[in-house]
């Protein structure tokens, strides 16, 4: 019943707003991997094109982003945590559910 599922609103409140929070930095990694084509469509003048490319060359290679656990945090990376969780939440709704009488 409603009663048994109620005190795990704020479980799942924190849970839903941890997610959120990785979706968002998943979606700054993902732009971070922008920057290296947007410096290389800029025209800085003649003759800086070695240092443009040198400047693209050391963003590429830095790999900017958020990690988490030295892996790169992509939003396919949180979508698939969220398809997880999701699963764990609907058995445990489903056994707790199906348990009491």
């Known amino acids: 019943s409603t009663a048994e599922l109620t005190p795990l609103l704020p479980g799942v409140l924190v849970t839903c707003g941890v997610l959120y929070v990785l979706l968002l930095a998943a979606a700054i990694s993902e732009k971070c991997a922008r920057v290296p084509a947007l410096v290389n469509a800029i025209s800085f003048g003649v003759g800086t094109d070695g240092e443009?490319?040198?400047?693209?060359?050391?963003?590429?290679?830095?790999?900017?982003?958020?990690?988490?656990?030295?892996?790169?945090?992509?939003?396919?990376?949180?979508?698939?945590?969220?398809?997880?969780?999701?699963?764990?939440?609907?058995?445990?709704?489903?056994?707790?559910?199906?348990?009491?009488?």
Not at 69 to 98: A, D, E
């Open 52 to 101: 443009r490319q040198a400047t693209v060359d050391f963003i590429t290679s830095s790999a900017a982003g958020f990690y988490v656990f030295g892996m790169r945090l992509t939003t396919s990376m949180v979508v698939k945590l969220v398809y997880v969780w999701c699963i764990v939440g609907v058995g445990f709704m489903t056994r707790m559910l199906s348990s009491n009488p």
